[in-house]
């Protein structure tokens, strides 16, 4: 678009100019908050990935005990289910983001007697294990969610200070340089007129 090179055109460029600074460090702002945001969920997630690995180790100690045992795998699995989960969605500086408030589980019952002491601790090791990998799955996509959020406001922070406003700076002492210029060339065209009138 052709830069018209006017008052007008000085006007409007102006306003966009006072514009464009006036609307940068809000911008900037929820740039940092969600950049902090987006941290904290990394954290977070790394954090569940580190209890989820340490649960794991830990676990392993009840393998020499399944391994010798009679019982099937798979009837064990199944004494543990998940009944309710109850995600909802958290607004982090105008970004929506999932977050698990409630999981709920059903143990089916099972007989004490017939089944080895360890099975109980089994059980809550699941338990844990499901709501660990739960809670990962939620802070995975927190993370990618906020992550995306704070490259878009990034990259609106620089269109600002990187595009619009030294165009519009640019533009304005263009602008300026054109009417002072006209200024002149009408001061001499005046001047000229002067002289051949007194002629």
């Known amino acids: 678009m052709r830069l018209s090179l006017n008052k007008n055109a000085l006007k409007q460029q102006r306003d966009q100019l006072s514009m464009y600074r ?3 460090p809000s911008l900037d702002l929820k740039r940092q908050q969600l950049l902090a945001a987006w941290k904290a969920a990394t954290k977070e997630l790394l954090e569940t990935e580190r209890e989820i690995e340490q649960f794991q180790r830990s676990m392993d100690r009840l393998l020499p005990l ?3 045992s009679t019982i099937q795998t798979r009837d064990l699995s199944t004494l543990v289910q998940v009944r309710e989960v109850v995600i909802e969605q ?3 500086v105008g970004t929506h983001v999932p ?3 409630r999981v709920e589980f059903q ?11 360890w099975v109980d601790q089994l059980v809550e090791s699941l338990e844990n294990l499901a709501r660990l990998r ?3 799955q939620i802070r995975q996509v927190r993370a990618e969610t906020l992550g995306a959020a704070a490259r878009k ?6 269109l600002f200070e990187k595009v619009l406003i030294p165009t519009a700076s640019k533009n304005i002492k263009r602008i300026g340089i054109a009417l002072s210029d006209q200024e002149r060339a009408a001061v001499v ?3 000229l007129a002067k002289r051949k009138h007194q002629r």
């Open 66 to 68: 399944l391994g010798s």
């Open 134 to 136: 739960l809670h990962r």
């Open 22 to 24: 006036r609307f940068l």
């Open 189 to 191: 065209r005046s001047k």
């Open 107 to 117: 143990r089916v019952p099972y007989s004490t007697l017939t089944l080895p002491f």
């Open 153 to 158: 406001i990034t990259q609106r922070v620089n």
């Open 99 to 101: 977050v698990v408030r």
């Open 90 to 92: 958290e607004n982090i």
